[in-house]
């Protein structure tokens, strides 16, 4: 096989490691729970877990909803209500949902029992805004925290506090019924207050702590919206017990165990690469360099793993996403390299308001560029990196799959 052919078995093999339906069906193997069980679902790998649930715990489940992005349903699954709405920004559909959600939850006995199944997304999808808080004020400060280039960490620890379920909210909501939750983890270093923004786990973060983003970032925001933001979250709570089924490590070590088998010596670099997409494309390309003039910090054919989620400053009016910016950024540095390859890929097989799931460029993709008449520099400043890759072929599409655990970024040198 080629070396691109190589990177996408790689990816492949990675997604397919972090799949919910199996560590959903091990966590629910010895599952005890007396009353009713009740399900709530939300994230991008919502369905795909709530039907694993449903074929473990069968006619034990009296009923159940998935609040899922749109085009991540797979059918009707027996006893649950499906809802798709808006990600990265919350929508009408996202409100039905979740007060829908709430409704289900709203008979709930002390004996009986809430399995909330969590994946990343659900800070989209899974949203209802606190006193004095309009949808359109979550719109908007959510838009502009995506483009000032905050973190998904600062951006959390901001709809935290602009929510009614969020930032353990909704585990107040519910007590004192018992929720059990299964976490599918995409924030760096599985922080359980982060992921889908917490809505059953304590808040580490404060009011002052969202008010120091605000400043921060410059985010402009009505005075009604500011003092909400005052309020701080539930710092402890006694009716959940979380457990986290799966993240970005395990997918990087399944990415390194098939480019070993495959030939390469391999090495993961890091779980959690935090810094600007460009910046990373650019030392990634470094790295390639390195190991072609002087086989070092790993003998050829090698494969460097990565795993984390980068940040762009959106300042253009392009399309793009982080995994193919950060892609575009690196044909820069690998340009006249044979056998390499960066590939870059958001595991959800979405990469930003994209139908893509990241890039993947090689020493040619530069010259392919230039053929084209597509100047590189002009292209990422305006953040337009979907329509570089796609005039040459460099687009990485793998659909839907079903999960999300951060970014995986694989460096091949043959």
Request: charged share 25%; glycine share 8%; net charge negative.
């Amino acid at each position: 096989m080629s070396t691109r052919e190589d990177a996408l078995q790689i990816i492949d093999e990675a997604i397919k490691a972090v799949c919910p339906e199996n560590a959903v069906k091990k966590a629910l193997e010895n599952f005890e729970g007396d009353g009713g069980i009740k399900v709530v679902a939300i994230g991008k790998a919502a369905w795909r877990m709530a039907k694993a649930a449903r074929e473990s715990l069968k006619d034990r489940i009296s009923e159940g909803i998935v609040i899922t992005k749109y085009r991540h349903s797979m059918g009707d699954i027996e006893g649950f209500e499906i809802f798709e709405s808006g990600h990265p920004i919350p929508d009408k559909n996202t409100i039905k949902a979740t007060k829908r959600a709430l409704d289900i939850v709203e008979d709930l006995r002390e004996k009986d029992l809430l399995l909330f199944l969590v994946s990343g997304g659900g800070s989209s999808l899974f949203e209802l805004p606190a006193e004095n808080v309009e949808l359109k004020d979550l719109i908007n400060i959510t838009d502009q925290l995506l483009k000032s280039g905050a973190t998904i960490l600062e951006i959390n620890a901001v709809r935290k506090h602009l929510s009614r379920v969020k930032g353990g909210r909704f585990a107040e909501i519910v007590k004192p019924t018992k929720i059990f939750s299964l976490v599918l983890s995409d924030v760096l270093s599985n922080r359980l207050d982060t992921i889908a923004s917490g809505p059953a786990y304590p808040d580490s973060t404060t009011s002052q702590d969202a008010l120091r983003i605000i400043q921060k970032y410059d985010i402009k925001l009505p005075p009604r919206v500011l003092n909400t933001l005052k309020k701080d979250t539930p710092k402890s709570l006694e009716n959940v017990e979380t457990r986290t089924i799966g993240s970005i490590l395990i997918a990087c070590e399944a990415a390194m165990k098939a480019a070993e088998k495959l030939g390469y010596s391999s090495m993961i670099l890091t779980t959690t690469l935090d810094c600007a997409a460009r910046e990373a494309g650019a030392f990634l390309s470094a790295i390639g360099r390195e190991i072609v003039s002087r086989d070092r910090p790993v003998k050829r054919p090698c494969a460097v793993i990565l795993g984390g989620e980068t940040v762009v400053q959106v300042k253009g009016k392009g399309l793009g996403g982080r995994n193919q910016e950060l892609a575009l950024s690196a044909a820069r540095g690998i340009e006249g390299l044979d056998n390499v390859i960066i590939a870059s890929a958001a595991t959800d097989g979405t990469d930003g308001p994209t139908d893509a799931a990241g890039g993947i460029v090689d020493g040619e993709t530069m010259v392919r560029l230039r053929e084209k008449g597509i100047n590189v520099e002009e292209m990422l400043s305006s953040n337009d990196s979907y329509h570089a890759l796609e005039s040459v072929g460099d687009l990485l599409n793998t659909g839907p799959t079903g999960t999300n655990v951060n970014d995986l970024i694989i460096l091949l040198c043959k």
